[in-house]
């Protein structure tokens, strides 16, 4: 089996697994954070050491984490939460039609709730433009939500030039970093991000346990989705996963040590994929060429059917660009969204590295996946 | 050959994975009959030919469409195309174990192999 679906998941970082273990033993440690006594004191204070790693790799405050149980609460807490905290009436939202489900099914969500909301499509290149959102900004738009790095395509928004502009304009922004931090260095002490949301299981953490940053200064205000203890600043109550938090908190303290040389050494091996891949004609690159992230390629295969190209690399672990539920074999929005017909779209993969992934993994996919190709394309009437 | 990770029933996967009579004939040439069904917009186009005792498919789809092909290639080459001429989709939807939602492979099988008898 040959790992090529980090994007959708990662195996736990050896330094999160051995920080975890102790607070996982049976005759180890399991004191509530909250408790006032000395195992729950001690769960607290390696709750605060684990919001400090989390706080260092993306420029931030530990007072300005919060834990959650993973992105999809930290983008549903995010937008739900500043949204209500300011009142839905007469409030617009500006988005883009590529971000992750999270985002998308909350905002439909809140439109139901009379929230109005522009869905911005992207260029050919899965990039939304700093003037392209500044553009479609109205004097009702209360917030605007960014995806940094796509995770289909692994296209690189320019957050950076956008935020400045935002918060001169009193718009708030939130940006889902999940599939930019430990990838791309992250400095929120350049203060113009108000709200963002990581997943830890992208990481090398486990699975269950994200966080979103809330600034302090300015205040990013919500309005708590989850009630019941105050836990969290009163922002998200819930007894901690201390054990979650311990393994999401040495994860990023992981990929903040090994970003410098593992973003590049991912870089090149998924350079190296795409030439190999390059051998056959009639293939398309989804997404930028120069602005990705290092472990993102989504490639579409002409004359490759898409089930059937699946079907071939049982033996390769990787994403497909259509949902592939037998009742609903929908395409990828994500590739629709950048003008991929539907054809197109279900014969892409989407193939994405990380720390385990070797040259040999890297050789032996694209020669799969080259095979398979060409056994497909000469089967076509 | 991959592992079949998807678990396709037996028959069909045995067929999309050993598919023995993909390939096929100029159509122009002497002695060759060519049948046809199936659209790329359908995502699934079936080419069946046949020349003397001999049948070929060439096939673009999921693998339920390619094994299809290959089993039809096999029952003409058993059978002659004549009894094969009365294969129907349900014939086909039960030979290989064909699911509900892919209903649409047996019957673009079962027109592919009647565009073939047409004079």
């Not at chain 1, 006594?37 to 989390?54: I, N």
């Not at chain 1, 290149?125 to 995770?151: C, D, F, I, Y």
């Not at chain 1, 990380?354 to 076509?380: E, F, Y």
């Not at chain 2, 004549?82 to 939807?93: G, M, N, Q, V």
Request: glycine share 8%; hydrophobic share 40%; with cysteine.
């Amino acid at each position: 089996m040959i790992y090529l679906d980090h994007a959708a998941t990662t195996p736990l970082h050896p330094r999160a697994y051995e920080a975890m273990l102790p607070w996982l033993r049976p005759d180890g440690e399991f004191g509530n954070p909250a408790s006032m006594h000395a195992p729950g004191l001690r769960a607290a204070k390696a709750v605060e050491r684990a919001r400090e790693q989390v706080a260092a790799l993306i420029g931030a405050q530990p007072g300005e984490i919060l834990w959650t149980s993973g992105a999809t609460e930290s983008n549903n807490l995010a937008l739900k939460g500043a949204l209500e905290f300011r009142g839905l009436k007469n409030a617009h939202v500006l988005s883009s039609r590529i971000e992750h489900k999270s985002v998308l099914d909350t905002l439909r969500y809140l439109e139901i709730q009379g929230l109005r909301v522009t869905y911005l499509t992207p260029d050919a290149a899965g990039r939304l433009s700093s003037s392209q959102v500044l553009q479609a900004l109205t004097p009702e738009t209360a917030l605007v939500s960014l995806m940094w790095v796509n995770n289909e395509t692994g296209a690189i928004n320019d957050i950076e030039t956008l935020a400045p502009q935002l918060r001169q304009r009193g718009v708030m922004l939130h940006v889902d970093a999940v599939q930019a931090a430990g990838k791309l260095p992250i400095n929120l002490a350049q203060g113009f991000i108000d709200l963002l949301s990581l997943s830890a299981h992208k990481l090398g953490g486990p699975k269950g346990v994200g966080a979103l940053f809330v600034r302090k200064q300015p205040r990013a205000r919500l309005s708590p989705q989850l009630h019941g203890g105050g836990h969290e600043q009163g922002m998200r109550s819930g007894t901690l996963a201390t054990h979650q938090i311990i393994g999401m908190g040495e994860a990023c303290a992981a990929v903040h040590d090994e970003m410098p040389v593992e973003a590049p050494r991912v870089a090149g091996l998924r350079d190296t994929l795409w030439r190999h891949l390059s051998a056959l004609a009639d293939i398309h690159l989804n997404g930028h060429l120069l602005h990705r992230a290092p472990h993102i390629l989504n490639v579409s295969f002409e004359g490759a059917e898409g089930e059937s190209l699946r079907a071939l690399l049982g033996d390769v672990a990787v994403s497909s660009g259509s949902a592939c539920s037998s009742a609903t074999r929908e395409a990828s929005y994500v590739l629709r969204a950048l003008g991929r017909d539907d054809e197109l779209a279900g014969s892409s993969l989407r193939f994405s590295l990380g720390r385990t992934t070797t040259v040999d993994d890297v050789a032996s996919a694209s020669n799969k996946v080259v095979k398979a190709v060409n056994w497909l394309r000469n089967m076509v009437p | 050959m991959s592992s079949n990770v998807f678990g396709y029933a037996e028959p069909l996967w045995q067929r999309f994975s050993r598919p023995v009579h993909a390939g096929g004939w100029p159509e122009t040439e002497a002695g060759v009959r060519t049948g046809q069904a199936g659209s790329r917009s359908a995502r699934f186009v079936l080419r069946l030919q046949v020349k003397g005792a001999q049948a070929r498919f060439k096939a673009y789809g999921c693998p339920t469409a390619i094994a299809v092909g290959e089993w039809l290639c096999e029952r003409i080459e058993q059978d002659g195309l004549t009894s094969a001429s009365r294969i129907s989709a349900r014939d086909i939807r039960q030979a290989l174990e064909i699911p509900e939602d892919k209903t649409h492979c047996a019957l673009l099988g079962e027109d592919a192999i009647k565009t073939l008898l047409k004079p």
